[in-house]
C-alpha cells in the first residue's frame, strides 16, 4: 500500500463475524459455581452491588459492570490493524449504532453494532471514511477481514493472507461508447475483470498472537520499548476509538475526538 498499489486511500471497512454460542459469549459455566467458589465480592468490587450471578461471573462481556460490549472486545483488533497498515493515529468523528437483535439471554451488550468514521488529512495519509461491523447473529458463513480501498484498487487483509484487487481497463470497441468520447476529456474504457494477486503467509507461519507476544516478550527481556511493534500510546489510540463507539450507541449521536493529543472534544 505505501508503494502505491491502490493509489489514494479514500475508504476502509472491517467486519467480525460469529455464529457458534461460545463466540457469542456463551461461556459454560462450572457445576460447582457459588459463592463459595466464587469470590464474589472481590469481583463487584468496584461495580454495582448485586447478589450473586454466575452468568455474570462466567459470561461477564455480557454486561456493561465488566465487558466492553463489540467495540472494546473486537472492533480494537481492528482499529489496530488499520493503525497499523496507515500510521494513523485515528478519527476524529465516531458514530455507532445497534442493538439486541437475537442473542435474548439478559445481556446488556449489543450482538449487532455498526460504527462509522471520519478519518482526517494528516501528513502520512489522505483524508479517508472506515465502516466497522460486527454480528453475532451471522448466517452468510461470512469471515472476519479488513479491506482498504483506493482510487486504483483495493487490499483485503485476513489472518494469513493480502488479495491485491487492482483496476482493468481497455480501449472500448463499442461504437455508442466511443461517440461518447466529447462527454470528457477521457476516451470511454471497457472494464475487464480486476487483477488479483494473493500473497500468502509464509509455510509455517504461527500467526498474529504469537508474534504478538514474541514482540513483547522481546522488548521485556531487552528492557527497552525500542522494537516495540504496538505501545502503549498506539493502544490508547486503538483503544480510545472503539470506547467512544459504546459512548456513541448509548447517547444516539455522533461523537467528537481529537487523535492527536488523545482526548475527547465538543462538536
Known amino acids: 500500500m ?35 467458589t466464587v469470590d464474589w465480592d472481590a469481583y463487584i468490587g468496584n461495580t454495582t452491588k448485586r447478589p450473586f450471578d454466575k452468568l455474570r461471573f462466567f459470561r461477564w462481556r455480557n454486561y456493561n459492570d465488566y465487558g466492553t460490549g463489540m467495540a472494546g472486545d473486537l472492533y480494537v483488533h481492528l482499529f489496530s490493524s488499520l493503525h497499523f497498515i496507515t500510521d494513523s493515529f485515528g478519527p476524529d ?24 468514521f471520519d478519518y482526517p488529512k494528516t501528513a502520512v495519509h489522505p483524508a479517508f471514511n472506515l465502516s466497522l461491523r460486527c454480528n453475532f447473529v451471522d448466517g452468510t458463513s461470512g469471515n472476519t477481514y479488513l479491506k482498504l480501498v483506493g482510487s486504483e484498487g483495493s487490499m483485503d487483509v485476513t489472518w494469513d493472507s493480502v488479495t491485491l484487487k487492482k483496476n482493468n481497463f481497455s480501449d472500448s470497441g463499442d461504437p455508442f461508447l466511443q461517440k461518447q468520447k466529447g462527454w470528457g476529456e477521457e476516451p470511454r474504457k471497457k472494464i475487464l475483470p480486476p487483477l488479483v494477486t494473493t500473497y500468502k503467509a509464509e509455510e509455517g507461519y504461527k500467526g498474529g498472537p504469537y508474534d504478538h507476544m514474541v514482540n513483547f516478550f522481546t522488548a521485556i527481556r531487552k528492557g527497552s520499548n525500542k522494537g516495540i511493534a504496538e505501545d502503549a500510546v498506539f493502544g490508547y489510540r486503538a483503544a480510545a476509538p472503539a470506547l467512544l463507539c459504546n459512548d456513541s450507541l448509548r447517547e444516539r449521536k455522533p461523537l467528537q475526538w481529537d487523535p492527536v493529543n488523545m482526548k475527547k472534544c465538543k462538536l
Open 2 to 36: 505505501k508503494a502505491g498499489a491502490i493509489g489514494e486511500l479514500n475508504y476502509a471497512e472491517g467486519f467480525w463475524a460469529r455464529r457458534d454460542p461460545l463466540s457469542v459469549w456463551q461461556y459454560p459455566i462450572p457445576a460447582d459455581a457459588s459463592e463459595q
Open 93 to 116: 468523528r465516531i458514530y455507532s449504532t445497534g442493538g439486541l437483535r437475537f442473542w435474548d439471554d439478559g445481556r446488556e451488550c449489543p450482538d449487532m453494532q455498526l460504527g462509522a
